[in-house]
Nanobody
Framework: QVQLVESGGGLVQAGGSLRLSCAAS????????MGWFRQAPGKEREFVAH????????YYADSVKGRFTISRDNAKNTMYLQMNSLKPEDTAVYYC????????????????????WGQGTQVTVSS
């Protein structure tokens, strides 16, 4: 089993920045793919960003491209989401997710492609 714990959420003004962290523990050697999703009140959980734990290409939702950056520190078993130029529409609960296998194609952007989830961290952007 893998446990994921997010941190770093909070309240920020529009145009500000936050960095979210996702600490993984347990059988971290089984993780191949990681991602960030978010869920706003009354909306479906949506894809934000994706990467492979070994590195390589990263993928972003169009709505965050150029503003958010996904990264990881293998030594700390931690994934990050640097969020810049935040907008009120970025307000949501942000979840990190991990998968045992190599998630490819459209499953990268689908919550069904991931096996483990954190509890979420609230990000609120005021206008």
């Amino acid at each position: 089993q893998v446990q994921l714990v997010e941190s770093g959420g909070g309240l920020v003004q529009a145009g500000g920045s936050l960095r979210l962290s996702c600490a993984a523990s347990g059988r971290t050697s089984s993780i191949y793919t990681m991602g960030w999703f978010r869920q706003a009140p009354g909306k479906e959980r949506e894809f934000v960003a994706h990467m492979y734990w070994s590195g390589g290409s990263t993928y972003y939702a169009d709505s965050v491209k150029g503003r958010f950056t996904i990264s990881r520190d293998n030594a700390k078993n931690t994934m990050y989401l640097q969020m810049n130029s935040l907008k009120p529409e970025d307000t949501a609960v942000y979840y990190c997710a991990a998968a045992r296998g190599k998630v490819v194609g459209s499953l990268r952007f689908d919550r069904r492609g991931y096996d483990y989830w954190g509890q979420g961290t609230q990000v609120t952007v005021s206008s």
